[in-house]
C-alpha cells in the first residue's frame, strides 16, 4: 500500500491504496464533510474495472478481489451515511456553520437542505447517492432536522445498494471489453451516470412548473 497515494484521483487510490482503501474513501465521501472533495462515481467505476478479469491489464497492474468489493462497498457506504447522520444529529447546526472553504461552501448546505425538503425523506436520499456533494451533506443534514435512525438506515441501505452495485457492475462488465487506457471510456460513463440519476430531478422541475403555469 502507497501512502503517497493522491486521494482526490480514482486511479492513484485504486492502484496505491487497494482495496481497503477504496472503502475508506467511500466511508469517508458518505460519513465525514471531509468527503466532498473525494471522487465518488469515478472511483466505483474504476473500481468496478479493477475488479473484472481484464482490470489489471488496463489499469496497470492495479486489481481488486471483485466479491469482497461487491460486499464491501455497499456496507462502507450504509456505514458511512450512518455516522454522517449521527454526527447531525448529535452536533446539529455546529456542523454546518463553518466558513466556506475551498470545497465547503454555504450555497452547498441550503442546496442539499432544499433538496431534502422538496423531495422526501426516501426519494432525496435515493437520489442524492448520484449527486456530488449532495451525498456527503445529506447524511448529516437528516440527522439535524431529526429524520429517525430507522427511517433513515431503511432509505440509506436502499440508495447505498443501488449506488454501488449499479456503477461498480458498470465498470466490472465494460472491464471484459475494454481496451487500452480507461480514461477515454472514463468521463463518457461518469457523464452518463449523471445525465441518468438527474432524469428524475428534470421530471419534478418540469412537473412544477407545468403546475405552477397552469395555475397562474
Request: avoid cysteine; charged fraction near 15%.
Amino acid at each position: 500500500m502507497n501512502l503517497a497515494a493522491n486521494l482526490f484521483d480514482a486511479h492513484s487510490i485504486v492502484g496505491d491504496l487497494g482495496l481497503i482503501g477504496v472503502l475508506a474513501i467511500i466511508f469517508a465521501e458518505t460519513g465525514l464533510l471531509v468527503g466532498l472533495a473525494f471522487p465518488g462515481d469515478s472511483l466505483l467505476f474504476i473500481a468496478g474495472v479493477a475488479a473484472s478479469g481484464s482490470g489489471a491489464a488496463i489499469l496497470g497492474g492495479a486489481s481488486l478481489d471483485p466479491v469482497a468489493l461487491f460486499i464491501g462497498a455497499p456496507i462502507a457506504a450504509i456505514i458511512g451515511s450512518q455516522v454522517g447522520h449521527w454526527f447531525g444529529a448529535t452536533y446539529g447546526r455546529k456542523l454546518f456553520s463553518r466558513p466556506d472553504g475551498r470545497f465547503f461552501t454555504q450555497s452547498k448546505v441550503a442546496a442539499t437542505e432544499k433538496w431534502l425538503n422538496k423531495y422526501g425523506t426516501g426519494k432525496a436520499l435515493v437520489l442524492a447517492r448520484f449527486i456530488p456533494f449532495v451525498r456527503t451533506l445529506i447524511n448529516p443534514l437528516a440527522g439535524v432536522v431529526g429524520i429517525p435512525v430507522k427511517k433513515f438506515l431503511f432509505w440509506n441501505v436502499l440508495g447505498a445498494i443501488i449506488w454501488t452495485q449499479g456503477i461498480i457492475g458498470l465498470g466490472y462488465l465494460l472491464g471484459e471489453k475494454l481496451e487500452g487506457s480507461v480514461d477515454k471510456y472514463l468521463l463518457p460513463v461518469v457523464g452518463l451516470i449523471i445525465i441518468v440519476s438527474v432524469i428524475p430531478v428534470a421530471i419534478e422541475f418540469f412537473r412544477e412548473w407545468s403546475t405552477r403555469r397552469h395555475h397562474s
